[in-house]
C-alpha cells in the first residue's frame, strides 16, 4: 500500500528528474531514489541520452557509499526500461541489486517497454506498485513530449505566443521589441534550451531576422532551428544563414521552390526539405513526420511564429500546448497582427478549444498556458 511517505521519496525523485531538463532527449529525463529502513541510501538520475540511467545512478551511488541494496525500496519516475539500448536494461539491474520493493510515478507507453518492464518485475518477485494521483499526473506531465513522441512518432508542438492585453502582437508598424517583459523573454530562453527544435515561418524570419538559439549564460543545448519558407526565399544575409555553420538549420520548402535559391541555402550549409505539398504550402503534418523520424529524433518543437505559420499548425490540428504571455499593454490597431492569422473559423462554435487552462505571474506578465486536448499523453 502506498503512504505518505512514498509520496514524499517519489517527489524526491520527480525534483531530482528536472535536474537533467533539456539535457536527456530522445530519452525521457528520469529520477530515482533508494530506501532502506526508512533511510535514503542511494539516488540519482538520467543525465543525458546515453549515460547511466536513473535506476542504475542511484544503485551506483548506494554502492559507492558502502550502502547494501539487498531488500531495499526504489522510487523511480517512469517504468524501468527492460531492453537493451545504449545501456542495459534497468529491470535486470534491479534484479541483481537486490531490491524488494519498486514504486513507479508513470507508465512508460514506447513499445519496448509499455508494462514490460513492470511485468519482469513482478515476474521476480518484487512487490511493484503504480502510482495515481498528483504525483502520478506531474510524472506523466514531465515526459509529455517523450510519451507523444513514443506514441505517434511526432514532436510535441508548444505553440508561444507575447502578446498586449487586447491581443496584439505588433503594431500597425510591424513593431513588437518588447511586448513582454524581461522575466518573460528569459523564461523563454530557458524553454529554447530545453526543446529539441525551434520553428518560425519564412515572413517572420525575413522580417524579424532572429537566431532562434538559448542566449542564456553557461552551458545550454542549442535547438535545431527550423524555418516554413515554402518558396526558400530566406536572405543569405540573415542570421540564420549565416550562422548555420555553428548551429543546425533546416528550412522546409515546397516542390515548386527556385533551385537556384534552394542550392545557395545549401551552400551555406542550410538544410533544405521537401514535403509533398497542396499546391504551394509546406505540408505540416509531413514535416513534423519527417523531423520526428530524423536519426536524432525532434521529440519536442516550439512554435515561435508568425501568424500565417500558427494558422497553418491550427488548421494541421498539430499544436499540443498553447503558452502566452499577456503583458499589461494596449497596443490597438486595425493592421496590428494578432498571434494567429489566416482566414480563421466562420463560427465561434467551430473554434479550437483549449484544455487544462493554468497561469502564473511572470514579471509584470501573465503567463497561461493550456492544452488542445483533455488527455494527458
Not at 535506476?55 to 547494501?68: L, P, Q, W
Request: include cysteine.
Amino acid at each position: 500500500m502506498v503512504s505518505g511517505i512514498d509520496i514524499s521519496f517519489m517527489q524526491r525523485a520527480l525534483n531530482l528528474a528536472e535536474l537533467a531538463r533539456g539535457m536527456t532527449s530522445p530519452n525521457p529525463i528520469v529520477g530515482a531514489v533508494i530506501v532502506k529502513d526508512g533511510e535514503v541510501i542511494g539516488e540519482g538520475y538520467h543525465e543525458r541520452a546515453g549515460a547511466d540511467h536513473a535506476e542504475v545512478a542511484a544503485i551506483k551511488a548506494a554502492r559507492a557509499a558502502g550502502r547494501d541494496t539487498a531488500g531495499a525500496t526504489i522510487y523511480v519516475t517512469l517504468e524501468p526500461c527492460c531492453h537493451t539500448g545504449r545501456t542495459g536494461p534497468c529491470t535486470v539491474a534491479l534484479k541483481e541489486a537486490g531490491m524488494a520493493r519498486v514504486v513507479i510515478a508513470s507508465l512508460d507507453p514506447s513499445t519496448k517497454v509499455n508494462g514490460k518492464g513492470l511485468e519482469f518485475l513482478r515476474g521476480e518477485g518484487m512487490d511493484v506498485e503504480v502510482l495515481d494521483g498528483l504525483v502520478a499526473a506531474r510524472a506523466r506531465a514531465q515526459n509529455e513530449a517523450f510519451r507523444k513522441h513514443s506514441v505517434t512518432g511526432l514532436p510535441f508542438v508548444i505553440f508561444k505566443s507575447a502578446m498586449s492585453l487586447d491581443g496584439k502582437i505588433a503594431t500597425f508598424t510591424g513593431d513588437s521589441r518588447w511586448i513582454s517583459g524581461e522575466e518573460s523573454r528569459e523564461l523563454v530562453h530557458a524553454l529554447r534550451g530545453e526543446v529539441d527544435a525551434i520553428a518560425v515561418g519564412g515572413g517572420t524570419a525575413l522580417a524579424d531576422d532572429p537566431m532562434l538559439t538559448c542566449r542564456l549564460p553557461g552551458e545550454h543545448r542549442q535547438p535545431l532551428r527550423v524555418v516554413f519558407d515554402s518558396q526558400a526565399r530566406l536572405s543569405l544575409e540573415s542570421q540564420l544563414v549565416r550562422t548555420a555553420g555553428r548551429f543546425l538549420t533546416i528550412v522546409f520548402a515546397a516542390a515548386g521552390a527556385d533551385k537556384g535559391r534552394v542550392a545557395a541555402l545549401e551552400a551555406a550549409g542550410v538544410e533544405v526539405a521537401f514535403t509533398a505539398a497542396a499546391g504551394e504550402r509546406v505540408d505540416i503534418g509531413a514535416a513534423l513526420t519527417q523531423l520526428g523520424s530524423r536519426p536524432e529524433p525532434v521529440i519536442s518543437l516550439l512554435l515561435e511564429g508568425g501568424p500565417a505559420l500558427a494558422a497553418s499548425f491550427m488548421e494541421a490540428g498539430a499544436i499540443d500546448k498553447v503558452m502566452t504571455f499577456i503583458a499589461p499593454k494596449l497596443i490597438g490597431g486595425r493592421e496590428a497582427r494578432t498571434p494567429v492569422g489566416g482566414e480563421g473559423f466562420r463560427m465561434v462554435g467551430e473554434a479550437v478549444p483549449l484544455y487544462r487552462l493554468s497561469h502564473e505571474s511572470v514579471g509584470d506578465d501573465v503567463l497561461l498556458t493550456a492544452y488542445t486536448s483533455e488527455e494527458e499523453w
